[in-house]
């Protein structure tokens, strides 16, 4: 597995004294869900999950994460319709937003426009999702 330079001996991101990052996934197929909560969970990240739009607003409004990685596309309320709503609330509207997708740079657009930060393509591959952490969790 590649090393992350901003990793704190495999304890994950720090965001403040002796606090791990919570990152908040949110993805409706539980196969792709599980293989990102096992490897951010690798890298001592704090984990938490969500299976749709609805779930994502309700676990930020429980507890605000320090980063979301949203699926666009999932039944009920889709990743985009979750993100810009996420974005009225005071408390998480600085909460960076990766959007992920399997349907190319329209759709990565239309994340962007939606009030997402960045946007990674599937499947997840570490290498393209460790710069992406280290831009957002890093500060």
């Known amino acids: 597995m590649p090393t992350l330079g ?5 304890s994950g991101f720090m965001v403040g004294e002796g606090m791990k990052s919570k990152v908040l996934v949110v993805e ?3 196969d792709t869900r ?9 890298y001592g990240f704090d984990v938490s999950e969500a299976t749709n739009g609805y779930e994502a607003i309700e676990a930020v409004n429980k507890q605000v994460p320090d980063l979301i990685l949203m699926d666009i596309s999932m039944p009920g309320m889709d990743g985009l319709t979750a993100a810009r709503k996420i974005r009225e609330q005071i408390s ?11 349907y190319g740079e329209a759709a990565q657009r239309k994340a ?3 009030g997402c930060d960045a946007s990674l393509s599937k499947p ?8 992406v952490l280290a831009r957002y969790l890093s500060k």
């Open 124 to 131: 997840i591959d570490f290498e393209d999702l460790e710069p």
């Open 112 to 114: 962007l426009e939606a």
């Open 6 to 10: 901003v990793l704190n001996d495999s």
């Open 92 to 102: 998480a509207r600085k909460t960076p937003i990766i959007a992920i997708t399997a």
């Open 28 to 30: 409706d197929y539980e």
């Open 34 to 42: 599980e293989f990102m909560k096992f490897l951010l969970q690798d």
